[in-house]
């Protein structure tokens, strides 16, 4: 199978590329990323050089550039986790979340029915269903949760989860969306919690916890996800939505003394700032569908899966500091300055 990874310089389809390249030798992984401010080729490393690889810069939403690239290298599946995912930059700057999340997602979507792609999975988020009460730890997010956003980020990302079950319906596009809760792991941006957390902390800075710190949320480990997207892509069914989380509910101040426990650093760098418009209270979701549908597992448990994580981004410094230094950005001009736009 020829199969396109939108997003793959980025933390999930980073480690998905990783997780398909070495499970699936005889299949084709074409990487396709803009290599934004969080598109990382350093990532990539590990995969550089296997002959089932390959990456191209380009937009998802520049649209003469992705029906030349489809009419060219016929693919048979595209998975699109390429997107706009911060929140807190969505609430600074919406535009550019429509712009990449819905635009871009309706482009694949087109060149997909234009070329006769077998397969389009839409990499999703709870984060469509909004949010639950603090009070109700009963409640959980099923697939048939109403769409209810709060965030520029999570209507993008909604809409573009509607566009892509509007195309199965009406062209019968063949299509399958699927709706995680956070994650985390290797390679993720550090503006995101836990990276943030770990990286401040090294450096003995201050951690700021937005609000009391009591928001919950969902956290799955990157690697669970990747064996959920896959799972889905192979065995799930056309036009159908699954939700993906391993029941791993925490508080913020919970994971926050997590990492300064296992860092053996004080609780005293924690220091509560002003909270994110609109947050969000609490994720959780119900994996019910996939786990009995499709059988899928997670490997990890929170407790299970973060020491590995912070030992990882403690052995790895280098690939955060160039990203806070932004030398990171350097690495593309080095790899393929001289062949690429
Ligand atoms: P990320 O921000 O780390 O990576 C996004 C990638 O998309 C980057 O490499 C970036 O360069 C690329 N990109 C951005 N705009 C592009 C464009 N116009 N054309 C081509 N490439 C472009 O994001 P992530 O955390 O890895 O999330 C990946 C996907 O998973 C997103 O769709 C996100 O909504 C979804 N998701 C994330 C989480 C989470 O916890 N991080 C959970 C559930 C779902
Ligand atoms: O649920 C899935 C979503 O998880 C994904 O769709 C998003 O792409 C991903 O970014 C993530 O969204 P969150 O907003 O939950 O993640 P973030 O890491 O930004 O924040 C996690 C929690 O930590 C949230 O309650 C806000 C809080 N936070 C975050 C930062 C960056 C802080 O208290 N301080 C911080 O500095």
């Known amino acids: ?52 690889y390959r990456f191209i810069r380009g937009d998802i ?45 309706t482009t694949l979507l087109d060149a997909a029915n234009a070329y006769g792609v077998k397969r389009f999975h839409q990499v999703s988020t709870d984060e469509v269903y909004g949010d639950l009460p603090l009070d109700r730890p009963d409640l959980f997010f099923t697939e048939d ?3 209810h956003t709060s965030s520029p980020y999570s209507s993008a990302k909604a809409s573009a989860d509607l566009f892509t079950l509007a195309y199965f319906r009406t062209f019968g596009t063949p299509v399958t969306v699927s709706r995680c809760s956070n994650n985390y792991g290797p390679y993720q941006f550090p503006e995101k919690l836990i990276p943030l957390m770990i990286s401040r902390a090294l450096a003995d800075q201050k951690l700021p916890v937005y609000g009391e710190g009591l928001n919950v949320r969902d956290w799955l480990h990157v690697y669970d996800h990747c064996t959920a997207i896959d799972l889905i892509v ?28 296992a860092l053996g650093k004080p609780e005293s760098l924690i220091e509560h700032v002003t ?34 994580t ?18 990171y950005k350097d690495y593309f001009k080095k790899m393929y300055g001289n062949r690429l736009k």
């Open 275 to 308: 909270d994110r418009k609109g947050h969000d209270r609490r994720y959780a979701i119900d994996p019910t569908k996939i786990e009995k549908e499709l059988g899928w597992k997670p490997v990890y448990t929170f407790e299970t899966g973060i020491p590995g």
């Open 234 to 261: 192979r065995e799930g069914k056309v036009g159908e939505v699954y939700n993906i989380g391993g029941h791993n509910e925490r508080t913020n101040m919970e994971v926050v003394k997590t990492i300064l426990n």
């Open 61 to 105: 939403a520049d649209r003469p550039f992705i029906f030349d690239l489809f009419e060219k290298e016929k693919f048979d599946v595209v998975i699109n986790f390429a997107a706009e995912s911060h929140v807190d930059r969505s609430i600074e700057d919406p535009a550019i979340f429509v712009k990449t999340n819905v635009l871009g997602t």
């Open 310 to 327: 912070i030992r990882w981004y403690v052995d790895n410094q280098d690939w955060w500091k160039h990203i806070l230094s932004g030398e």
């Open 1 to 52: 199978m020829k199969i396109l990874v939108t997003g793959g310089a980025g933390f999930i389809g980073g480690n998905f590329i990783h997780y398909m390249v070495n499970k699936y030798p005889e299949d084709e992984i074409v990487n396709l990323d803009l290599l934004t401010y969080c598109g990382n080729l350093e990532t990539l490393k590990p995969v550089e050089g296997k002959k089932n």
């Open 145 to 147: 949760t109403p769409i």
